[in-house]
C-alpha cells in the first residue's frame, strides 16, 4: 500500500468534516480513501477482471461471512440457555435506530 500526503482547500474540508464524516468513515484518511475509490469505481477504473473479484464482492462476501458468524454464535448460545435470539434481535433493532437516530 502507498500513502500520499494530500493538500485540500478549506472548502473542501468543510464539506468532508459536516457531510462526509461518519457517512464515509470516521478519519480524516478514511473519508478521502473511500471518496477516491468510490469516485475510481464509478468512473469503471475499478471493474473486476475475470482473474480478479471486484473490492465491493470482496467486502459483500466478508460481510456475509460476518453475518453467519455472528449468528451461529447467537444459534449456540440460545441453545446453551444463554440468550434468545428474540432478545438479541430486538437489542440489534435498537442499537441500529440509535445509530441511524446520530447520523441525522
Do not use: C, F
Request: glycine residues 6%; aromatic residues 4%.
Amino acid at each position: 500500500m502507498r500513502r500520499a500526503l494530500v493538500s485540500l482547500p478549506d472548502g473542501v474540508w468543510k464539506v468532508l468534516d459536516k457531510e462526509l464524516k461518519g457517512k464515509l468513515g470516521d478519519g480524516d484518511s478514511e473519508v478521502i480513501r473511500n471518496l477516491v475509490i468510490a469516485h475510481l469505481t464509478e468512473k469503471g477504473y475499478l471493474l473486476p477482471t475475470k482473474n480478479h473479484p471486484s473490492q465491493s464482492s470482496q467486502i459483500a462476501d466478508e460481510v456475509e461471512m460476518l453475518d453467519m458468524m455472528v449468528n451461529s454464535l447467537v444459534e449456540v448460545m440460545e441453545e446453551r440457555g444463554q440468550i434468545r435470539y428474540s432478545e438479541w434481535e430486538s437489542r440489534l433493532k435498537k442499537k441500529i435506530a440509535e445509530r441511524s437516530g446520530k447520523s441525522q
